[in-house]
Structures are given as structure tokens and as C-alpha cells.
């Protein structure tokens, strides 16, 4: 299995750019993912990370180093709207190829 | 544009009930999943189902059973309701989820239970 970390809560002012980190360990790793949930409401998919390096889309990028178990969702920008959890997801070759999922990132952005 | 459809957003029952969450999701997809979101504890798999008739356990299934009889439908059944099963309850699907997969998985609104 995985065992997945992120920080708890962070907050942030509108217009600035927040970092958010995931650290992982898995026996066979085989792709990250990052979800947004708004209060309420269905997480939806941000970004897919398998191999080393940095996606970039609009505002949001993900970066992905497989030797150190490390992941970061970049956010700039920020806009108020961007108040969610932040949900960093790893698949494992062994097993149902199904991710897991760590616990959430709380981000407050404020004027 | 996917939709994944869940029957009720909030549910009030009474321990010892039986319990059905029912999901449906309109683009055939092969996978259908359902998890239970607990503040600190994320989001925690309960149970899959990979094709009709077929389910497998997650991590947590201990008190849950699901059933399958048609793709785009996966309830979720609690035989016997109990406190510690309130919770926000997620059912989602997917097209694929082999290995290399870049496919996402598509999340319903939720159904916050409270059992008392």
C-alpha cells in the first residue's frame, strides 16, 4: 500500500501562488493525481503525473519527482474561488491499480 | 460531459436499518466505485466493481455490501446501520484503471448520512 502525506491546512492571499505538497511510498508506483473538492461538493480532476518533471495547465501545474516520493500542485494566481481541499491520489502497480488517497490539503485563500 | 448521479444528497436513518445509496452514472464506464469521506481521514475505498456482477472489497468494507446488476448502476447497502457509519458517502466511476491508465475517475455529488 501507500503511505500518503500532505499538510493538513494552508492559507493564502488572493493574487498570490501557493505550493502544495504530497509525499508518498509505494512499492511500485504508477501514476499521481490531484483533485480539487469544493466545500459540498464531487472532487474533480486537476492533473495526472506519471513520469518526472513538471505539467503546467492555465494556472495550475503539478510537478512530479519519482526518486524522492514527492509531488507538488502549483496554484498562481490565486483567485478566491481557489478555497478548496486539494486531494493528491498515487496508484501502486501491485493490486487493483485502483489509486489511494491521502487525506486533503485545506486551502483558504483571502483578500 | 460524464454525470455521476446519486439518489439521495442527505440521508437521516436509524441504527439497525438497512440502508440503500443508489448511483448511476451515464457514460459506460466499466468501473464504479464507492468511498466514505471522514473529516481528517480522507477519502477511504469501500468497495468496486470492475464489470456487471463483479465487485471487489476496499479497504474498509467490514459492515457494507454493494451489488451490480446493470453497468450504469452500483448501490451501496448498509445491512444494519450503525452510528459509526455516518459519514459523506462518494461514488464514482471510471472507463479503465490498469496499469499505465490515464483515465480519472468521475465523482457523484455525495450522500451525507447520519445514522442515530
Known amino acids: 500500500g501507500q503511505n500518503i502525506d500532505q499538510p493538513t491546512e494552508m492559507t493564502a492571499t488572493e493574487g498570490a501562488i501557493v505550493q502544495i505538497n504530497c509525499t508518498y511510498q509505494?512499492?511500485?508506483?504508477?501514476?499521481l493525481f490531484w483533485y480539487q473538492q469544493h466545500a459540498g461538493e464531487a472532487p474533480t480532476f486537476l492533473s495526472y503525473?506519471?513520469?518526472?518533471g513538471l505539467e503546467e495547465k492555465g494556472r495550475f501545474s503539478s510537478f512530479l519527482s519519482r526518486s524522492k516520493g514527492y509531488s507538488y500542485l502549483l496554484l498562481k494566481e490565486l483567485q478566491m474561488k481557489d478555497s478548496a481541499s486539494y486531494l493528491c491520489?498515487?496508484?501502486?502497480?501491485?493490486?487493483?491499480?485502483?489509486?489511494?488517497f491521502g487525506r486533503g490539503t485545506s486551502l483558504i485563500v483571502h483578500p | 460531459d460524464v454525470k455521476v448521479t446519486q439518489s439521495s444528497r442527505y440521508l437521516v436513518k436509524r441504527t439497525g436499518e438497512k440502508v440503500f445509496l443508489e448511483c448511476v452514472q451515464d457514460m459506460d464506464h466499466e468501473n464504479m466505485f464507492w468511498y466514505r469521506q471522514d473529516p481528517g481521514l480522507g477519502l477511504r475505498l469501500i468497495y468496486f466493481?470492475?464489470?456487471?456482477?463483479?465487485?471487489e472489497k476496499g479497504d474498509i468494507p467490514e459492515g457494507y455490501s454493494v451489488s451490480r446488476e446493470k453497468k450504469e448502476r452500483f448501490s451501496l447497502i448498509l445491512e444494519s446501520a450503525s452510528t459509526n457509519q455516518t459519514s459523506m458517502y462518494l461514488c464514482?466511476?471510471?472507463?479503465?484503471?490498469?496499469?499505465?491508465?490515464?483515465?480519472?475517475?468521475?465523482f457523484g455529488p455525495g450522500t451525507r448520512l447520519t445514522v442515530l
Open positions: 509505494t512499492s511500485g508506483f504508477n501514476g
Open positions: 464514482a466511476s471510471s472507463f479503465e484503471q490498469g496499469a499505465g491508465s490515464t483515465d480519472t475517475q468521475y
Open positions: 466493481s470492475y464489470d456487471v456482477k463483479m465487485k
Open positions: 503525473n506519471v513520469l518526472d
Open positions: 491520489a498515487v496508484r501502486d502497480l501491485g493490486g487493483s491499480y485502483i489509486p489511494t
